[in-house]
């Protein structure tokens, strides 16, 4: 089982900053790919950015130029760096994680969401 626990989220001035992080704790043979969703209401859940156990990352084309993903995997941590914020990023964003178990079969985890408001 793996558990993973968002912190940073909060309320900011549209051109504002955020940090948001995700630690990722349990017995797993390895963790993959992490990255970050996010889900406006009324919308469905849409990939922000991710990151691989490599260090490459993708982002989606709202948030490219303005949102930096890095992760630490000594920490197993994903961090998300929000930057030039636009109301129309605020949403509950998701931590998620594909990982290798100990059984070596693939899952992936999610964590139960940071809320991001950005006011205008």
């Known amino acids: 089982q793996v558990s993973l626990v968002e912190s940073g989220g909060g309320l900011v001035q549209s051109g504002g900053s955020l940090s948001l992080s995700c630690a990722a704790s349990?017995?797993?043979?390895?963790?993959?790919?992490m990255g970050w969703y996010r889900q406006a209401p009324g919308k469905e859940r849409e990939l922000v950015a991710v990151i691989s156990s490599g260090g490459s990352t993708n982002y989606a084309d709202s948030v490219k130029g303005r949102f930096t993903i890095s992760r630490d995997n000594a920490k197993n941590t994903v961090y998300l760096q929000m930057n030039s914020l636009k109301p129309e990023d605020t949403a509950v964003y998701y931590c998620?994680?594909?990982?290798?178990?100990?059984?070596?079969?693939?899952?992936?985890?999610w964590g139960r969401g940071t809320q991001v408001t950005v006011s205008s």
């Open positions: 349990g017995r797993v043979f390895r963790f993959n790919a």
């Open positions: 998620n994680t594909g990982v290798i178990d100990t059984d070596y079969t693939t899952r992936t985890y």
